[in-house]
């Protein structure tokens, strides 16, 4: 008897199997477009999204390059401008020369390097606040009894208080 078809109820499993799938697909859709839409947006109101920490870091190279090779010093006078602005544009050709490979072989560093620095800042930002918390505190605490923010040296403090009036 398991050797048996399946009883003719089965055809009708095909067809709910068959219309979760598009139900299923229709879903996906729907959300692929919906974020697409947001994407596009987002991309008006706020403009393209920075690229990674490698590019970033190029473009930055290109637009100090560009800076310096258009300096015009009018310390070296008109005689060696001429030749001082061709020892920058070697200067950073050398300098873009030397980082364009470590950006083309390491591409993930600078994205690492991107997030520690704002791990970092997030770090020194709470330490900043929490010290400010203390110091504005400190102005009503139990060395301050009247709240004028003035230290009464009546504190626990291991010094000894000297009065100089």
């Known amino acids: ?7 003719s109820d089965a055809g009708e499993h095909e067809a709910n199997d ?5 139900d299923a697909d ?3 859709t729907a959300a692929a477009e919906d974020l697409a839409a947001e994407k596009a947006r ?6 393209p999204p920075p690229g990674s920490a490698a590019e970033e870091l190029r ?14 010093s009018p310390l070296l006078g008109g005689i060696a401008g001429p030749a001082a602005q061709q020892v920058v544009r070697q200067v950073v050709q050398q300098a873009k020369a030397a980082v364009e490979p470590v950006i083309e072989r390491n591409p993930d560093v600078f994205d690492h ?22 110091w504005t505190a400190r102005g009503t605490g ?17 010094g000894e208080r000297i009065d100089l009036d």
């Open 1 to 7: 008897m398991s050797e048996q078809l399946p009883p």
């Open 18 to 22: 068959e219309v979760r799938a598009t």
């Open 42 to 47: 987002r991309r008006t109101q706020y403009g």
């Open 142 to 158: 139990p060395r301050d009894p009247e709240g004028d923010g003035r230290d009464r040296g009546e504190g626990t403090g291991p």
């Open 113 to 134: 390097l991107a997030a520690a620095g704002g791990e970092l800042l997030a770090a020194y930002r709470s330490a900043v606040q929490a010290q400010e918390q203390r």
């Open 59 to 72: 473009k930055l190279v290109d637009n100090v390059a560009e800076k310096l090779s258009g300096i015009q």
């Open 26 to 28: 229709a879903w996906a």
